[in-house]
């Protein structure tokens, strides 16, 4: 069972009662007249009253319904209907996809960058990064072994750039 405090306006409702019956009751030592039977009676008196005072107050409070402030409940967070946001990439590191050709290597077939269609499609082709630049060794229409100079499509990749592609 929970323990009910008792409020500040209460306490002090109690204490004024207390304090005014003791104030109605002064206590008399010896004196057996009529005078004292009547200050005796309204002794009893004050201090039936501030009894039934006390209990008024008390019951009020007993009878006062405590409100509980239910939170509101929190609405589920809705599934984004929309997909995953995609990141625009800038333009300067967009690659044209067009560029990106299969290569026969000694290794097997791999993809890279070809520079020449970069240096004509691509306005930012001078500010590829030199790290990217390789040279393979491919097999030409004769099946002759070449070398040729690609830029790695992974290694670009690292660095930021995406392939742009076009729908």
Known sequence: MKRRQITSPLKFALSATLALALSVAPVS???NNSNSDN???TTVIGILLGLAAVGAILSNNNDRDEKVVHPH???PKRPDRRGPK???VPDHLQLPA???RNYRTQQGKQRFFAPR???RNFSYASDL???CKDRIVVRDKNGTYVTRKVYRSGCLNNRGYR???IY
Do not use: M, N, W
Request: with cysteine; aromatic share 0%.
């Open 29 to 31: 030592a010896g004196s």
């Open 39 to 41: 200050q005796d009676i």
């Open 73 to 75: 409940p929190r609405r």
């Open 86 to 88: 995609v990141r625009r």
């Open 98 to 100: 067009h560029c990106l």
């Open 117 to 119: 269609c970069l240096k």
């Open 129 to 131: 990064p030199r790290a």
């Open 163 to 165: 392939t742009k592609t």
